[in-house]
């Protein structure tokens, strides 16, 4: 049976690491040290640093902020005001470089990246949010809301992953268009 402290340990030491030395220089062994558990411990639980990435995140332990898309009977701006609380992560110190780390991570395990856009709220709340626009015919009926709500994260991790040209007004002018009419 797992022992509750262990776990506890393990997944505070992951996030605590990820968050100051990033997913390139977190290993198994440096999570077990700073909890106190063998790696053994992690490994029984865990098959990967990948998969305790993706619980981290699913803990909300690496992104704490619950990403709520507002319905305030416009989708565009609600879905900006989304985009806008999401962004605010890249202009935050450190924060392009957690969002670069996971994406790094979602290679390694595909849970990340799922995980990733759950954390967000694009799932959860974005994609029910487009939803309600097809409903109050702000969006075409046809709309494919879950290919709209990937599009909108692949760009945003696009632009975290372009460190020189950050410009998060572009992926907002991209949202604009998507729901023009």
């Not at 996030?15 to 106190?36: C, M, P, V, W």
């Not at 799922?114 to 009926?141: C, F, M, N, P």
Request: net charge negative.
């Amino acid at each position: 049976m797992r022992s509750t402290a262990a776990r506890e340990a393990i997944l505070d030491a992951t996030s605590r690491l990820f968050h100051n030395q990033g997913y390139d220089r977190l290993t198994i062994e440096g999570i077990a040290k700073e909890a106190g558990v063998g790696k053994q411990t992690i490994y029984r639980w865990w098959p990967s640093r990948g998969a305790l990435i993706g619980e981290c995140l699913a803990e909300g332990r690496l992104i704490p902020v619950d990403f709520v898309v507002p319905d305030t009977g416009d989708l565009a701006a609600d879905v900006e005001t989304w985009l806008r609380s999401v962004l605010s992560i890249l202009e935050a110190p450190e924060g392009g470089a957690l969002l670069r780390s996971l994406v790094a991570a979602a290679t390694e395990d595909a849970g990340v990246g799922a995980h990733l856009g759950d954390s967000l709220g694009v799932e959860k709340y974005l994609t029910e949010r487009l939803r309600g626009g097809i409903r109050d015919g702000q969006l075409a009926e046809e709309a494919p809301v879950e290919q709209l709500g990937r599009a909108i994260l692949g760009a945003i991790i696009v632009e975290s992953l372009g460190r020189e040209h950050h410009d998060p007004d572009s992926i907002v002018r991209l949202t604009r268009f998507f729901f023009s009419r």
